[in-house]
């Protein structure tokens, strides 16, 4: 269940990540962190 749900919902960060970098440019350092820290957490606990 998560192999098919998981793409659609990176897909969708990537996109809000991508309005509020356009929006606020000075989060790009601060979202892309947060964005690496969720990916990997989600990446140790999936296994």
């Keep these: 269940m998560k192999s098919?749900?998981?793409p659609k919902i990176i897909g969708?960060?990537?996109v809000l990540i991508g309005i509020l970098?356009?929006?606020y440019?000075?989060?790009v350092g601060y979202?892309?962190?947060v964005f690496l820290i969720a990916y990997g957490l989600l990446k140790v606990f999936a296994e």
Excluded: D
């Design 21 to 23: 970098m356009i929006l």
């Design 31 to 33: 979202l892309v962190g």
């Design 4 to 6: 098919e749900t998981e």
């Design 12 to 14: 969708l960060l990537a």
């Design 25 to 27: 440019p000075q989060l």
